[in-house]
């Protein structure tokens, strides 16, 4: 019996109804499972996951959020193998798919990482505080909430693990639910990762729903409170953007789209250099990864217009030697396309193209295979073409070949060559290879406004570097124009899309009691036992411990400069301040905040395991010889920790505000310092 693509969907697995399709495998043309388009009730599942996921994964904090995400790409590791064998069937090579698999894990793996950089909160405090006022009792901040939604993510083919799982990352740490719904012709991959998902139990009901059809309809019930992601062609996209339901409801909109990127190769990078090399391997390893297949893959080589022989001859050495066919066969290098409907549409674009710029390496309707038949599968040879007057031709900038295709073209002097990036109307990428600091500048700052990632190449990040089409979980993917205007990843940028922002105004201490975070200008909570003395769980944001006074002496200063060699005039020498900002020998900054700790720490053994270190420290008054100078600490905010091992000491991290003042009541310094302290409880 035929298999039959499912849908998760309200807690259950579901064929679907309505019209029938077919997915087959691209290599060798058989029937994979059949798929039906309709069935599903979308309101109904966007409600299931608003009531179910939502409210669960809004409860979490951030550090909850990331071990789930770690658990998950624990998990799925273990599975990757079988994720490897489906892969196969849409015509990726091994190497294909570990960008995809392993690629997409990996992107789990860096947002549970990403906790650490948010609080122990189901929440986010950005930014600094604001004040609003002379007197310091009214004042502003903002803070970030998870929406109250669902992100529905529209995805592409030729990344049906990655390109969900890029995705659910960011969502899921944010503390948003999401319902994917892939490409139908690799949807038979992404539907077996999310199988694992759903059976290890690791994600709470209702976060994550899996829609194998075409989706139709679903856009129709999306809210204010989703987000709708997508990505595929700028014409869909664009289609997408204009939804009634998401210009009525203002439903936040990424779009991520095929672009016409481009690699550009500096005038230094002659045929000898590292840079040529790494050029010519670039475009190649571009051109055949994934059959080409990749929505950051290089579409136009911009190459100095002396160097255009040299780089065809050389790309087309390094192209013959690349073996197509069956992914599974030994030796093969590149697969196929993911169908031959796309076959079909591929060689209709490369006609279009090849009526201007013609076809230098390659054919459209031959190509020698290993282990597979170019009947049933669907396979192209590598294609290479020449745009002799780029300024001219210019359907080589607006007609994208979504295969292994892509166009040589000269060019005279650098800013010819950013205009011609330009020309592209908004790309996801660009690179150079140049070992020419002035170069990479005058590249990267002069095409940056039309592209979303810049990779400078050089023969000192060669050996590292990602590569040209290698989105990275922390940085942002996405660019202007024709790549869609939005904006994927990112770090906290990312995570951020997910959530409302939302100023808050009031007193210091209905900041402080909303954030968890203290404010200055807060109401203070003194006691009678020193904080150093408590454990994690025992001490309370706003608890303030105010030391003994100490007078600072000319002694203090020449002592701390001969212990610290730092005999910076200022410190030592009283006849070299004419011209100067300081009236006499002012104390070092560091020697004031040496003796705040000294004033502040509490010596004997206890709680505080450490000091984890020091941020936000400014020094705002000078201190000289008799002035008598004081320490409010106060804890300003904790982040617990987890335990990595059984052995493990179980801790958190507590920011304390360090305020020194003189005998004035001026704060001469003050700084955030942060230690570590062991909790009460062990388990």
Not at 180 to 185: D, G, L, Q, Y
Not at 235 to 248: C, D, M, S, W
Not at 616 to 621: D, G, L, P, Q, V
Request: aromatic share 8%; proline share 5%; glycine share 10%.
């Amino acid at each position: 019996m035929t298999a039959v693509l499912q849908n998760y969907a309200m807690g259950q697995w579901t064929p679907g109804s309505g019209k029938e399709s077919e997915m087959v495998d691209a290599v060798t043309g058989d029937l994979i499972c059949m798929a039906y388009s309709g069935g599903l009730d979308f309101n109904a599942m966007l409600e299931y996951a608003r009531a179910k996921g939502n409210r669960a994964l809004r409860k979490m904090t951030f550090q909850e959020r990331g071990r789930m995400l770690k658990a998950l790409a624990l998990h799925l590791q273990t599975k990757k193998e079988d994720f490897y064998k489906l892969s196969y069937r849409t015509g990726a090579t091994r190497a294909d798919s570990w960008v995809d698999i392993e690629g997409g894990i990996g992107n789990l793996f860096a947002y549970a990482s990403l906790r650490k950089q948010f609080p122990d909160k189901p929440y986010f405090v950005e930014d600094e505080p604001i004040g609003l006022s002379k007197g310091g009792t009214f004042m502003g901040h903002h803070i970030l909430v998870p929406k109250e939604g669902v992100a529905v993510h529209i995805n592409a083919y030729n990344f049906p693990v990655w390109g969900m799982l890029e995705k659910i990352a960011v969502n899921l740490l944010a503390g948003m639910p999401a319902i994917v719904k892939p490409a139908p012709i690799t949807a038979f991959l992404t539907e077996a990762v999310v199988r694992e998902i759903i059976a290890s139990n690791i994600l709470p009901e209702g976060a994550l729903q899996l829609v194998t059809g075409t989706g139709e309809g679903i856009l129709d019930h999306v809210t204010y409170q989703d987000v709708v992601t997508f990505t595929g062609s700028a014409h869909t996209g664009r289609l997408l953007k204009a939804h009634p339901r998401l210009i009525q409801e203002a439903v936040p909109f990424t779009m991520e789209a095929d672009s016409l990127n481009s690699s550009v190769l500096g005038e230094d990078a002659v045929p000898g250099t590292p840079e040529f090399d790494l050029f010519i391997k670039e475009i190649r390893k571009e051109i055949t990864s994934k059959a080409g297949q990749k929505c950051t893959a290089i579409r136009r080589a911009i190459v100095p217009e002396k160097l255009v022989e040299d780089v065809q001859i050389a790309l087309g050495k390094e192209l013959s030697k690349t073996a197509i066919g069956d992914p599974q066969a030994e030796g093969v290098r590149m697969g196929a396309l993911v169908g031959r409907e796309q076959l079909k549409k591929l060689r209709e674009q490369v006609k279009e193209l090849a009526r201007q710029t013609p076809i230098v390496y390659g054919d459209l309707n031959q190509v020698n295979l290993i282990g597979a038949d170019q009947e049933k599968g669907a396979f192209i040879s590598p294609i290479v073409m020449l745009n002799p007057e780029p300024f001219r031709y210019t359907n080589t900038h607006e007609v994208e070949a979504f295969g292994p295709v892509a166009t040589i073209m000269p060019y005279r002097h650098l800013d010819e060559a950013i205009a011609l990036t330009k020309l592209g109307k908004g790309s996801l990428v660009a690179s150079i290879a140049t070992a020419d600091p002035t170069i990479a500048q005058e590249f990267a700052i002069g095409a940056a406004t039309h592209h979303g990632r810049i990779l400078v190449l050089d023969n000192a990040c060669a050996k590292e570097s990602t590569g040209h089409g290698s989105p990275m979980p922390m940085l942002t993917h996405g660019g202007p124009g024709r790549a869609g205007g939005g904006e994927e990843m990112g770090g906290v940028r990312g995570v951020k899309h997910f959530m409302q922002r939302t100023a808050i105004q009031g007193s210091p201490s209905m900041i402080t009691a909303i954030t968890g975070v203290y404010q200055q200008g807060a109401r203070q909570i003194e006691k009678d036992v020193h904080p150093f003395r408590k454990h994690f769980e025992e001490l309370e944001i706003s608890e303030t411990w105010v030391t003994h006074r100490h007078t600072v002496t000319e002694a203090d200063i020449t002592n701390f400069a001969n212990v610290s060699g730092d005999h910076f005039y200022a410190h030592v020498d009283a006849t070299s301040l004419e011209g100067t900002l300081f009236t006499g020998r002012v104390a070092h900054g560091y020697y004031i905040l040496s003796k705040a700790a000294g004033m502040f720490v509490d010596p004997k053994k206890g709680p505080v395991l450490l000091n984890y270190g020091l941020e936000n420290c400014r020094f705002t008054k000078p201190v000289y010889p008799g002035m008598t100078i004081g320490v409010k600490l106060t804890v300003k905010e904790k982040v617990a920790q987890e335990k990595r091992s059984e052995e493990d000491v179980a801790k958190g991290i507590v920011k304390w505000l360090v305020d020194v003042t003189d005998e004035t009541g001026d704060t001469v310094a003050i700084a955030t310092i942060m230690t570590m302290v062991k909790k009460l409880e062990q388990a």
